[in-house]
C-alpha cells in the first residue's frame, strides 16, 4: 500500500489531499478547518482531516507531493523584480521576506508542518501546471484528452496545452508570464472593485447586466489575441508589481476613469466592463481549445486552472469548441494542485520517485462527486449542538425528506448539511443553502436576508439529472456546477427588452425566476442518485409535491466566510444568518425554536 | 538549508542562469545584516550599512 499526500499551499486556497494506491481518499481546502478565507498557509487543518479519514497518521505517508517548484518560482519573482527595478521596490521588500522564509526551504516548511513524518519519505515537486493538468486528466473518466490549463500564474507557464494518453501526461504548447489570461481577468475584477482571486465569480455574474462596449478596446489595447489562439498582453497597461490594483493610469484613461473601491457604487460602466472582458476571455478561451484541438486531434478535453471556473465560457467551450466531450476538475483551482500532484507522484516513473503505477479511466470519474471531505455523524452532530443547548429532533428518512420539501415548497431557506464535505469552491449539495425556485423574491431573499451579499448575484439550480433537459438547454451532464446553460425556451417568459442594468434584476424571466439570470441563463448542476442519494432523494420528494424537480443550491457560507465545514459551524452560520431550517444528517432544527438569537462567529470575515 | 541550497545550485546549472547568482548573493548578505543588527554585538557597526 501506497499512501501519497499531496499539498498545495503559500499562495492562496491551500489544500491537502490524499492518495491510496491511485485512489483519491480524501482532499480538503484548508479555509473550511481553520475559517479563514482563500487560506494560504500550510494546510495542517486539512492534512489532518485527510489523515483521519483513512484512519492513517503522518508516520504512514510514503511519500509528500506539492504542486509547485519553489526554486523555480522564486526565479521568476526574482527575474520579474529586476526587470522592473526599480519600480516595485516596495512590492520586494515586502514579498521577500515570505520567500526566504517557509515558502521557498519547502523541506524546511514540510518537516515543521508534518511532525513524525519518517526521513526516507520523498518530497516531490510537479511543476504547477503539471499538478494542474493532472488533476484535469488523471482523474477524468478519459482515456486519451487534450488538457488545457489556463490560471494566473505557476512558476512562468500561465497556459498549457498538453496531451493524456493512459498514465501519461504531454505537455506541447505553453503560454509565459506575463502574459496569462487569468491575470488579466484579475485585473478587470480588482478594477471593479472587487478581490482578486475571489471576486472573478462577481464579475462574470455581474456580466449579464452589461454590454460588451469596451471590448473592441480590449482587443486592439490591451490583449491580442492571435489566430493561433495564443495572445498577449500590452505590459503599457498593467502595473503587476502594484500594491492595490494591477493596472495602471493608461488602463484607467482607456476605461473612463479610476478603479472602482470596494463598496464602491456599481454603475453601467462597470456592468459593460464585465461583460466586455467576460466576451474577450471566452474568445481567447475558444482560441485555445482550438488550438488544443489542432495539436492533440483528440475528441475529449481536460479543463483546470482557476479560468476553468468561468463556467460561462465552459458552456460556450461545450456549445461551440471542437471536442465531443469536456470534463472539468471540480477544484479547478490552486486547492486542486494538491490532488494532481498527488496522483502525478503516483503515475510519475519511478525515476522520478513516483510509483510508475499504470491508469485505467473511472466512469463517471474517479472524484467520488467532489465529496472527498469529513463527514459527521448524527451523534457527533447531536454532541456539537448540545454544546449550544440547540433544541432539535431526530427523524427518520421520509419523515426528513417529506418535511425538508414541505418546508422547501412554503418558502422556507433550508440549510442542508450531509455526509462528507465537498472540495472545490462549489457546495453541491452537502453544504447546501437550498430554496424554491419558482419564487420570484428568493432570489433578493436569499442574497440580502440570508447571505448578505451584493443583490445582482444570480444563484445555481440544482435539478434531477433524468429531468435537467426539460428545464435548461444542456448538452451534457454538470455534476460539478461548472456549466452555464440558457434556460429552455419552453420555460422563458417574455421580459421588457428595453429594460437596462440592475433593473432587469426585478423582471420574472422564466418559470424558475430565483435562478434565472437577466441573459436567461443559469449555472445548473445535475444531480444522479448514484452521484449523491440524498440530495437526489431530496429533489425526488419535492418533485412529488409541487412537480418541479429543481432546487436553489447555494453554498452555506455569509458573505466573507468560508462554506461550512463542521455541524457547530453550520448552526453558528444557521442562527447569525436568515435560514429557517436547518438539517444536519437526520438532525431536524427550526429557527422559531432556538435560544439563541445570534452566536459569535469562528470564521475571519474577509473583505470583498 | 544545504539540501535547499545544493537543489539551487543544480537548478542554476540546469537552467544556465548563473546570473542570479550576485543578486542571490546580495539578498543573503542583507538578511544575515538585518538578522544581525536586531541580535548581535556587531549591530552598532551595521547600522551605517543599512
Known sequence: MRRILGISAFYHDSAAALVVDGRVVAAAQEERFSRRKNDARFPRRAIAACLAQAGIGVGDIDAVAFHEKPILKFSRTLETFLALAPHGMKAFARTLPSWLGEKLDLHKALAAGLPGLRPDVAHLFTSHHEAHAASAFLPSPFERAAILTVDGVGEWATTVIARGDGARIEPLEELRFPHSLGLLYSAFTAYCGFRVNSGEYKLMGLAPYGEPVFADRIRDQVVELRPDGSFRLDLSCFDLLADDYLTNDRFHRLFGGPPRPPEGSLDQRHMDLARSIQVVTEEALLGLVRRAHERTGERNLCLAGGVALNCVANGRILREGPFDRIWIQPAAGDAGGALGAALAAWHASTERGGAGAPRSATQPDAMSSALLGPAWTDDDAAAALQVHKARFSRLDDADLLGRTATALDSGKVVGWVQGRMEFGPRALGNRSILGDPRSPAMQSVMNLKVKFRESFRPFAPVVLAERAHEFFDLAAPSPYMLLVAQVAESQRLPVDPTATGLARLKQLRSTLPAVTHVDGSARVQTVTAEANPRLHALLRAFESRTGCPVLINTSFNVRGEPVVASPDDAYRCFINSGIDILVVGNLWLERSEQPHASLPGTFEALPD | ?50
Open chain 2, 1 to 50: 538549508m544545504i539540501r535547499l541550497l545544493r537543489e539551487f545550485l543544480r537548478f542554476l546549472r540546469q537552467e544556465k542562469k548563473w546570473w542570479l547568482v550576485p543578486l542571490v548573493v546580495i539578498l543573503l548578505l542583507l538578511g544575515l545584516a538585518i538578522l544581525f543588527s536586531s541580535s548581535s554585538a556587531v549591530a552598532p557597526f551595521l547600522y551605517p550599512f543599512l
